[in-house]
């Protein structure tokens, strides 16, 4: 007899309420941004400032906030910060590893993250025992399932997102590692392939709600889980917004 095919595990996320209907909206407002015409000759000026605001709205989640201005410019001295410049800088080559082995993906953002703020010893290396080890493993393998046509990848980078800040896996640095990881997550799963959308910036806009969807996901109940994947569908349709503004800047040079 065939072998029946595999059932993708987030699929029931979809249904459900708000989930699809937030995913959908956010799906339009970053195809509105892909179609910018300044893409067609400067995308890679577009996905480096994005990767530059991410950065800096991630920091300000770590309480580390400073101006876009002197973070641009390369002038503060804030490992925090210089962490989180890093992991944006490596997003395309973590987005590799990711689709092969997200372990150690998740260790190589921890690694970028946290050096300099922490021990060398303590870098990509997962604290808690056995427990933390068997999440990480199961949080892969939902990664490699097998996914289905019908299941947005703004779902799968909410779901990434959401463990890893609930998990703690790690010393310190958990969220810049988590907001990582959700970036790779919709670049792999092609949502936002070039990066150009700031969703930091969208969870920044609405932090009191960042931080109490995240603890309804922590609840684990079908509303809470549902809180936190219409919130991050929410900040990545800010963050394509923040997209389109950076387009204009760079059309009009």
């Keep these: 007899m065939p072998t029946a095919p595999a059932t993708d595990p987030l699929l029931p996320l979809v249904d459900l309420p708000g989930v699809a209907e937030a995913c959908a909206r956010a799906r339009e407002d970053v195809d509105r941004l892909l179609k910018h015409r300044v893409l067609r000759k400067q995308s890679a000026d577009v996905s480096g400032e994005s990767l530059i605001r991410g950065a800096r709205a991630s920091a300000e989640l770590e309480d580390h906030g400073y101006q876009l201005e002197a973070v641009r410019a390369g002038t503060i001295d804030d490992p925090v910060v210089t962490g989180c410049l890093r992991v944006a800088g490596g997003l395309g080559r973590i987005t590799e590893t990711w689709e092969k082995a997200p372990l150690q993906a ?5 690694l970028q993250a946290a050096r300099g703020s922490l021990h060398n010893d303590d870098l ?17 393998d939902t990664v490699r399932a097998p996914r289905s046509r019908d299941l947005p990848g703004v779902v799968v980078a909410a779901v990434v997102h959401g463990e890893l800040l609930a998990l703690r896996p790690f ?5 810049v590692v988590a907001r990582g990881a959700a970036r790779v997550a919709l670049i792999s799963t092609g949502v936002d392939p070039k990066a150009l959308a700031v969703p930091e910036v969208g969870h920044v806009a609405e932090r009191r709600e960042y931080e109490q969807a995240l603890a309804a996901y922590r609840g684990g109940t079908p509303e809470g889980v549902a809180r936190w994947i219409v919130h991050c569908a929410g900040a990545l349709s800010a963050g394509a917004v923040e997209g389109l503004a950076i387009c204009e800047a760079v059309l009009r040079g």
Excluded at 106 to 110: C, G
Excluded at 126 to 134: A, H, K, M, Y
Excluded at 171 to 175: D, K, Q
């Design 106 to 110: 998740i260790a190589a953002l921890h």
């Design 124 to 140: 990509g290396r997962p604290v808690g025992g056995p427990e933390v080890s068997r999440r990480l493993q199961q949080l892969a």
């Design 171 to 175: 010393a310190a640095l958990n969220g």
